[in-house]
């Protein structure tokens, strides 16, 4: 009898022989809440879609939800209506603002690790129609450092790490760090790490959080980190965020959308050539392979 990991291997193998254009993957990550990862990954979405990019957002985040509250857009299906439910990926795609969908994770990302062969089959046809809807899926994944996130995070070809200037917020960053790179499921060579300075005052000092955690990533654990931005603190976001609205959407000039604007036209600048080894596939089938 086969077993799950392996007969989901087989199901990818044959589908990714079909030549097709694969969505990029971008996953947004943290070592601990509060650092504001939901809010850069809706924000980047909305300037990804300003730049004419199709984006859909996949919240992985079943526990606190940050997505649906901040587009104002309860879902009415989650993945586990694909996985047990046979419904298709489109009716489980939430519009938000601005032409982004969303799809929650729900209950269904806990699932994962019971499929038959059979579910696996068509979880993974649903998913690649992904590539077809969505130019850019980004990821939002829970906070901290559980399996779960790790599962997602070992499986993403580009990483996105927030963190704050706050020590506690490093430490928990590096920790983040350090429980990716001695995980053996892990290889660096099939990923990139790209840090991003939340709450901050100043370059020097988002400069300097950069600095830390590049710093002990090379001599502890051989790794290596990017530094693609930063983003001010800011009142105008802050409002933004207890009213739960998208500051890109609400205040377009504000000095914090300029911001999430410049990171994306970092990302949209440096976008490599993804092949199915680095899309859609590859990342939901990884990740479903460790759960």
């Given at each position: 009898?086969?077993?799950?990991?392996?007969?989901?291997?087989?199901?990818?193998?044959?589908?990714?022989?079909?030549?097709?254009?694969?969505?990029?993957?971008?996953?947004?990550?943290?070592?601990?809440?509060?650092?504001?990862k939901?809010?850069?990954?809706?924000?980047?979405?909305?300037?990804?879609?300003?730049?004419g990019?199709?984006?859909?957002?996949?919240?992985?985040?079943?526990?606190?939800a940050?997505?649906?509250?901040?587009?104002?857009?309860?879902?009415?299906?989650?993945?586990?209506?694909?996985?047990?439910?046979?419904?298709?990926?489109?009716?489980?795609?939430?519009?938000?603002?601005?032409?982004?969908?969303?799809?929650?994770?729900?209950?269904?990302?806990?699932?994962?690790?019971?499929?038959?062969?059979?579910?696996?089959?068509?979880?993974?046809?649903?998913?690649?129609?992904?590539?077809?809807?969505?130019?850019?899926?980004?990821?939002?994944?829970?906070?901290?450092?559980?399996?779960?996130?790790l599962?997602?995070?070992?499986?993403?070809?580009?990483?996105?790490?927030?963190?704050?200037?706050?020590?506690?917020?490093?430490?928990?960053?590096?920790?983040?760090?350090?429980?990716?790179?001695?995980?053996?499921?892990?290889?660096?060579?099939?990923?990139?790490?790209?840090?991003?300075?939340?709450?901050?005052?100043?370059?020097?000092?988002?400069?300097?959080?950069?600095?830390?955690?590049?710093?002990?990533?090379s001599?502890?654990?051989?790794?290596?980190?990017?530094?693609?931005?930063?983003?001010?603190?800011d009142?105008?976001?802050?409002?933004?965020?207890?009213?739960?609205?998208?500051?890109?959407?609400?205040?377009?000039?504000?000095?914090?959308s300029?911001?999430?604007?410049?990171?994306?036209?970092?990302?949209?600048?440096?976008?490599?050539?993804?092949?199915?080894?680095?899309?859609?596939?590859?990342?939901?089938?990884?990740?479903?392979?460790?759960?």
């Amino acid at each position: 009898m086969i077993d799950q990991a392996q007969g989901l291997r087989n199901v990818v193998k044959m589908q990714n022989q079909r030549s097709i254009a694969e969505a990029r993957v971008l996953t947004v990550t943290s070592g601990k809440g509060g650092v504001g990862k939901s809010n850069l990954a809706v924000n980047l979405a909305v300037a990804f879609s300003r730049k004419g990019k199709k984006v859909l957002i996949f919240d992985a985040d079943f526990g606190l939800a940050n997505v649906e509250v901040m587009f104002a857009a309860p879902p009415r299906h989650n993945l586990s209506d694909v996985i047990y439910g046979a419904m298709d990926i489109e009716e489980v795609i939430t519009p938000g603002p601005e032409g982004i969908g969303f799809i929650s994770g729900g209950s269904g990302i806990i699932g994962l690790n019971n499929l038959s062969e059979d579910q696996i089959h068509y979880l993974v046809r649903s998913l690649r129609k992904l590539n077809r809807l969505c130019d850019i899926l980004i990821v939002d994944t829970g906070a901290g450092i559980s399996d779960q996130v790790l599962e997602f995070v070992i499986a993403s070809p580009e990483i996105l790490l927030v963190t704050t200037p706050e020590p506690s917020s490093i430490t928990d960053s590096y920790s983040m760090l350090k429980a990716l790179y001695r995980n053996k499921e892990y290889d660096p060579a099939e990923s990139r790490i790209k840090l991003i300075a939340n709450k901050v005052s100043t370059k020097e000092e988002a400069a300097a959080v950069y600095e830390k955690l590049s710093s002990v990533t090379s001599k502890f654990l051989g790794g290596n980190i990017e530094y693609l931005g930063m983003i001010p603190q800011d009142p105008l976001l802050e409002k933004a965020v207890r009213a739960q609205k998208v500051v890109s959407i609400e205040v377009p000039h504000a000095k914090a959308s300029r911001a999430f604007e410049d990171i994306t036209e970092k990302l949209d600048s440096s976008e490599r050539k993804n092949t199915v080894s680095f899309g859609i596939s590859r990342f939901f089938s990884s990740f479903i392979n460790r759960a």
